[in-house]
């Protein structure tokens, strides 16, 4: 009995310290409310045994090519300047703006920036673009971003309504710790 409440502990003192986390990014205002349309996620299932859901962004186009200029200001941003030797960096976390583009099928990364403040400053749309994590890449020239996470797990609530066939629209809140969940889905 003794030698299950050490694990008992470990298990519990983490799982707080996880709810404490998600707590804390969902107080207060959102930092964006963004509503996704049909083509900018996918609904997946987690397993054959598993009811669970969870929506994936698609990611589309990342960054249009910028200018020689523009590339260096982001290149120094991120620190990579004196970094860079060969052809690739160690990456590196940041922000992505992604944004929803008229006629594209999936999120376009528009811009990049090592601290989340920089990026909502110059996407001040809060509907249209979403400040989301991402690690970055420096090379000689640009940062390239990936995002992540691309996943969202649905809850329970949520997962009824997109269980069912058909096109469905998501809204997602980002919190003060640019993490997003799904405060409403229709």
Not at 9 to 14: G, K, N, P
Not at 103 to 109: C, Q, R
Request: hydrophobic share 40%; aromatic share 8%; charged share 25%.
């Amino acid at each position: 009995m003794r030698r299950l409440w050490l694990p008992l502990l470990i298990v519990l003192a983490s799982d707080a310290y996880v709810l404490v986390g998600v707590a804390r990014n969902r107080t207060g205002t959102p930092q964006a409310r963004v509503e996704l349309a049909p083509g900018d996620f996918d609904v997946v299932r987690l397993g054959d045994e598993n009811t669970g859901l969870e929506i994936r962004l698609r990611i589309g186009k990342v960054l249009p090519e910028p200018s020689f200029a523009e590339g260096q200001r982001r290149v120094k941003a991120f620190g990579y300047d004196r970094e860079i030797r060969s052809r690739l960096a160690p990456a590196k976390p940041g922000f992505a703006a992604l944004e929803h583009r008229p006629g594209v099928e999936a999120l376009t990364v528009s811009d990049c920036a090592p601290d989340a403040r920089t990026l909502r400053q110059r996407y001040t749309f809060v509907t249209r673009a979403i400040v989301h994590p991402s690690w970055t890449a420096g090379k000689i020239v640009d940062v390239r971003p990936w995002v992540e996470p691309q996943s969202v797990h649905v809850p329970l609530p949520y997962s009824r309504v997109l269980s069912r066939p058909g096109e469905h629209r998501v809204t997602l809140c980002y919190g003060s710790r640019y993490e997003p969940w799904i405060c409403e889905a229709r």
